[in-house]
């Protein structure tokens, strides 16, 4: 009920709001708030490391990412046991050890723990930005983006009215299309030049995972891509 209620609110009550930016400006201000262009430009590699809550139980994901495009993507949990893969561009991946491509769905959804490197590049991975009146469940505090994913479906974006960062992401699901993934960012520390979330939070369903970051390193001279074999 909450997609259909909530896509089909959006599309019924998108605004041109006034005099208000446009969604496009809204969204280069957010880049703004993160860090200046210079800064951002500076950015080569992110290595970022967080312990992690969920149903399951605790658990570690460390992600490395060379922008524009490499993911080194690796979960580690109580009992041991590991997932690991690296994803070359936006659709070529593989777990580590096998050689079978993973499809475009899970490359998505691994890329989408790429969050700091989301916020780097947030009008290069959303698309067809369009404003969206806030349903009156959700804080006035909050500016609403409609836009459109890298696998094309629609995506919604919620900004800080006052500081311009990104708050929320919420996105279809793209192994359950039925399922609307909800990500926030909170506990924004600067780093260096730039201001990064260090919180993040994912409701999926019935599902609730905690991403507690205790490193957030910005271009490491360590950093090394592994090739797909």
């Known amino acids: 009920m909450y997609r259909i209620t909530f896509f089909l609110c959006s599309i019924l009550i998108i605004s041109c709001r006034g005099n208000d930016p446009s969604p496009a400006t809204l969204v280069q201000a957010s880049l703004d708030a993160v860090g200046t262009r210079e800064a951002r430009n500076e950015v080569k590699n ?19 990412t060379a922008l524009p495009g490499y993911t080194y993507f690796r979960q ?17 991946g593989v777990r580590t050890g096998s050689t079978t491509p993973l499809p475009p769905e899970v490359v998505f959804a691994i890329r ?21 009146t806030l349903p009156d469940t959700l ?29 929320e992401i919420h996105f279809e699901d793209p192994m359950d299309k039925s399922t609307i993934i909800k990500v926030s960012f ?16 994912i409701h ?26």
């Open 46 to 64: 992110i290595t970022a490391l967080a312990n992690c809550v969920s149903k399951r139980g605790r658990y570690q994901t460390e992600v490395r």
């Open 139 to 167: 804080s006035s505090d909050l500016i609403g983006v409609q836009g459109k994913d890298e696998l094309d479906h629609i995506c919604f974006l919620f900004f800080d009215a006052h500081t311009k960062l990104l708050r």
């Open 76 to 92: 580690t949990f109580s009992d041991s046991t590991t997932y690991e893969a690296n994803i070359h561009g936006k659709i070529n």
């Open 204 to 229: 999926q369903g019935n599902k609730f995972f905690t991403f507690d970051f205790v490193r957030i390193n910005i271009n490491d001279p360590a950093f090394q891509e592994i090739p797909l074999r």
């Open 112 to 132: 989408s723990h790429e969050f700091h490197a989301i916020l780097f590049q947030l009008n290069e991975r959303i698309h067809d930005f369009k404003f969206f």
């Open 186 to 201: 909170s506990n924004w520390k600067k780093s260096g030049k730039l201001r990064l979330p260090y919180f993040v939070a």
